[in-house]
DNA sequence: ACAATAGTGTCTGTGAGACAGTATCGA
DNA sequence: TCGATACTGTCTCACAGACACTATTGT
């Protein structure tokens, strides 16, 4: 908006802005990686009341003068040490009572990362973040803090569902890659086996090659292939 | 969250539910529905500052003791005398200063309906919403209301992609509907026209017979459908 | 009979699924 | 040479796309 007349200022001065119900507004962080095989998530593990001794997702408040995207940024930099890597908003959760210590509104995100950025960035903070393997905690009755079973159920179904139609799955990897690395990260996420060459058919038209290839194994060695840029998301 | 321990129930009343910036929470109404071979959307006019004279989405402020889906089913009774429509969830838009009175975080959510239910529960309230033709409001450089413009496009983008790949393109005819009829709302949704043998054999397994026909009409009359329920949903 | 719309049969091409084959490394 | 893994060729089958055909009403 541009300028505004003296209707409208005296408008925003008589404004009641007290008339409404207010909100603490909080970002809670679901970072996917691929770690042994393994689909992993960033947690933490409570030490205060509620749900003391939990884990439960990282999460920071929503400050009144920051974007919740710039909130998710700077949780996802706290936890991890990393900017730039991918994130998207999933949901928010408004039951009234899923803080017992007030009402607060859940943004969720979700952000995926390759194992060795995150490895490469592990710091002070990260001490006490766990790598937890997701599909095992679901699978068992560990009480997790708040809603954060729900949200992580959401979030894994999600996920899942991206998979299948878009590209979303090259975040989990290194910049340079190779297909049965790729293939392997499908299968994690899918929880299904693929075959080798329909795979490779599937992801031709995304992926290009680096011309180096994987050394010292006692095998046949395995091109690096990098993502193709110039490709429009579909989704 | 069963009973509490003192050492908890001390910590509630000790805990500063202050510390944390809040914010005015809003539900922004998607309502669309299907009228004269055209998407539309339920907008109303506004007749206050800001944005005086524009076209806005409804929308209602979220109650401290409720939930977000209370607050959107409330708002969708509140506009059109509807309950029980179907409805979900969008996105939550949370840009510094999308409303220049104050900092309100927006929850968006779509709801589908035919017009027809629509028409029949039109009252009172209704007379100052509108049926908004969406593609041409959006075509056109009309200013809308705060970012609504952007939550329209986002929401027409999601309703188009999820009419791909799910069912979700029934809640705009009614109960009983015909082939023709319901091929059509597919065709506006999606934007191109279908071929009859293909779409019927697309939806087949979602429909089943009534035994019903239309009547009155100067050529071969249409078989009337409902929506198979025993199917189990995709997405 | 004709106009108009409802509804069906069928050919084709594309792409996923399945599997068998070939290629290339270290030991 | 052999074990192990990387990579490729190709058959099949389901399904979407395209189009031509038949069916049934009112006038």
């Given at each position: 908006m541009s300028e505004r007349t003296l209707e409208e200022k005296k408008y925003l001065e008589e404004y009641d802005a007290e008339q409404f119900d207010r909100f603490s507004v909080a970002v809670d962080l679901l970072t996917f990686t691929i770690e042994d095989d393994e689909?992993?998530?960033?947690?933490?593990?409570?030490?205060?009341?509620?749900?003391?001794?939990?884990?439960?997702?990282?999460?920071?408040?929503?400050?009144?003068?920051?974007?919740?995207?710039?909130?998710?940024?700077?949780?996802?930099?706290?936890e991890t040490g990393l900017s730039g890597i991918y994130y998207e908003q999933l949901y928010s959760w408004g039951e009234v009572?899923?803080?017992?210590?007030?009402?607060?509104?859940?943004?969720?995100?979700?952000?995926?990362?390759?194992?060795?950025?995150?490895?490469?960035?592990?710091?002070?903070?990260?001490?006490?973040?766990?790598?937890?393997?997701?599909?095992?905690?679901?699978?068992?009755?560990?009480?997790?803090?708040?809603?954060?079973?729900?949200?992580?159920?959401?979030?894994?179904?999600?996920?899942?569902n991206k998979v299948e139609?878009?590209?979303?799955?090259?975040?989990?990897?290194?910049?340079?890659?190779?297909?049965?690395?790729?293939?392997?990260?499908?299968?994690?996420?899918?929880e299904r086996p693929l075959y080798k060459a329909n795979f490779r058919k599937k992801i031709a038209g995304m992926i290009e090659e680096t011309g180096r290839y994987t050394e010292g194994d006692a095998h046949r060695p395995s091109r690096y292939y990098r993502r193709k840029r110039d490709i429009l998301q579909s989704f």
């Open positions: 689909l992993k998530v960033l947690m933490v593990r409570r030490d205060e009341f509620p749900f003391k001794g939990c884990l439960a997702l990282p999460g920071v408040f929503v400050r009144i003068d920051e974007t919740l995207d710039e909130a998710a940024q700077r949780g996802i930099q706290e009572d899923r803080d017992p210590r007030m009402r607060v509104l859940s943004v969720s995100y979700m952000s995926l990362t390759s194992r060795e950025a995150l490895a490469f960035h592990a710091g002070s903070r990260t001490q006490e973040a766990l790598l937890v393997p997701v599909r095992s905690l679901l699978a068992s009755d560990e009480t997790i803090a708040f809603d954060h079973r729900r949200i992580l159920e959401y979030a894994c179904w999600r996920l899942k139609y878009t590209d979303i799955a090259f975040h989990l990897v290194p910049e340079e890659f190779t297909l049965p690395e790729l293939q392997r990260v499908y299968e994690i996420l899918l």
